[in-house]
């Protein structure tokens, strides 16, 4: 199944409004099956717009998408209105597998605990999820994700809700799943994460400007301070044993005060 194309926008244009300016305007990408594409932009540039398109949620005015296999879908923000146990939020995910008016299989429930299991989750699975933090609603929607047993995610700013640690964790599944041949796209505010685990990254700049490329080839000095207008530091960093350097916008209106 690798080789071919996961994902194909053509030309894509999306208004909220036709009253109002554009989101997107003639964007086109392509995206390998069993490849990792980053989509990096300020807030308000139009990522999340561009997933819900990916997604069918939103349908482009303009162009066309093309998908080519299952998409499971990773919120940035989940909530729930009715207490749903944790394990049973996972078996959502293996909606496809078990069907309308039916129960979900012993199998079925075997992959929701594994999924779970695999981000180090399973004593999470009687919890409710409505009284679960933010971060760990997170890695039990990215749990779902992987029990969907879909071949491309749709990740939205996976790593926001995330401690260090499991954001490393976030980072070496998605490199992982790479390795089983899913496709994953995913949002990002931050160039090191796109770096140590994207093939291809999309830099959305503007509605109708914007670059898309192999990753060291996007992720350049002149192209980040563009996106971020903010001074650039060169950082290193190891990902499952490779040395790694970037470079990442750096805040620099905080003055810290001296203790007297
Ligand atoms: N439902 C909506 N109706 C009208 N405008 C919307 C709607 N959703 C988003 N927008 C607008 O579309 C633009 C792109 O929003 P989008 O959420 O895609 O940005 P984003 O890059 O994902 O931002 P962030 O990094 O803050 O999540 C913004 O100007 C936003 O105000």
Redesign the pocket.
Known sequence: MNGGLAIRLATVGYT??PK?PA?LRDYSAEVKQGSVFAVL??????????L?LLLGALKPQHGSITINGQIAFVP?LFQVSFPYRVLDMVLMGRARQIGLFSLPSRQDEAAALEALDRLGLAELAERSFDELSGGQRQLVIFARALASGADILVL??PTSALDLKNQGTVLEWIARLRKEGLTVIF?T?HPHHAHAVADQALL?FGAEDYVCGAIDAVLTEANLRRLYGMPLRQVSFEFEGRAMETLVPVFTGLRLGTAA
């Open positions: 909220y409004d109002i989101v932009g300020p807030n308000g540039r139009g990522k999340t717009t561009l819900k940035q939205d700013e949002t505010h959305m």
